[in-house]
Nanobody, 114 residues
Framework: QVQLVESGGGLVQPGGSLRLSCAAS????????MGWYRQAPGKEHQWVAS???????YYSDSVKGRFTFSRDNARNTVFLQMDSLTVEGTAVYYC????????WGRGTQVTVSS
């Protein structure tokens, strides 16, 4: 069972930046399209960004131009650089395959507040 471990969250002021990381226990990234998702309190998981095996990247309209997806297959890690954060970005952030085929990790809490 592959385990996903997200990290890098925290408290940041509006307009600030954070870089999230997601590490996998197995070598899955090189063979899977990966995605970042978030879950705000009381809401379901929402897709944020994904890539095609390290190639093209795709973003939800709400984060386009502010977030950047990247990966390091050799380190079994994907990243989400989040710039110009807004309070709407407050959520627990998760990674998973683009088809959400793995068990969710614990996520990493991002709180955007002044």
């Amino acid at each position: 069972q592959v385990q996903l471990v997200e990290s890098g969250g925290g408290l940041v002021q509006p307009g600030g930046s954070l870089r999230l990381s997601c590490a996998a226990s197995g070598s899955i990234f090189s063979t899977n399209n990966m995605g970042w998702y978030r879950q705000a309190p009381g809401k379901e998981h929402q897709w944020v960004a994904s890539d095609i095996r390290g190639g093209n990247t795709y973003y939800s309209d709400s984060v386009k131009g502010r977030f950047t997806f990247s990966r390091d297959n050799a380190r079994n890690t994907v990243f989400l650089q989040m710039d110009s954060l807004t309070v709407e970005g407050t959520a627990v952030y998760y990674c998973n395959t683009a088809g959400v085929t793995l068990t969710w990790g614990r996520g990493t809490q991002v709180t955007v507040s002044s």
